[in-house]
Nanobody, 122 residues
Framework: QLQASGGGLVQAGGSLRLSCEAS????????MGWFRQAPGLEREFVAA???????YHAPFVKGRFTVSRDNAKNTVYLQMNSLKAEDTAVYYC??????????????????WGQGTLVTVSS
């Protein structure tokens, strides 16, 4: 089970840190991802961190967002800086038990959190 938190309302240029805590399973063996879905749009890849701590970020968030993990806390984070109005979306965390698929494809993930809403006002 994945529980995402940390969303909220923030002004453009501001920052938020999303958290996603996992329960059950062996968190340290999972590859973890963040996706987002804006109203009327499809879910899109934001960032991922492998069990080996390799990180991947979508081009539109590079330099602004940073994914990290704390295996002792069974938690993955998404630090979001310099937020823009277009970052407004529901953000989802996801866990991959270890497929060979691409980290940016939602279909490779086995578990999903409930989503947390991020609203950026301009």
């Amino acid at each position: 089970q994945l529980q995402a938190s940390g969303g909220g309302l923030v002004q453009a240029g501001g920052s938020l840190r999303l958290s996603c805590e996992a329960s059950g399973g062996t968190f340290s063996t999972y590859n973890m991802g963040w996706f987002r879905q804006a109203p009327g749009l499809e879910r899109e890849f934001v960032a991922a961190i492998s069990r080996g701590r390799n990180t991947y970020h979508a081009p539109f968030v590079k330099g602004r967002f940073t994914v990290s993990r704390d295996n002792a806390k069974n938690t993955v984070y998404l630090q979001m800086n310099s937020l823009k109005a277009e970052d407004t979306a529901v953000y989802y965390c996801a866990a991959d038990r270890g497929s060979s698929g691409s980290y940016s494809v939602s279909g490779v993930y086995d578990y999903w959190g409930q989503g947390t809403l991020v609203t950026v006002s301009s």
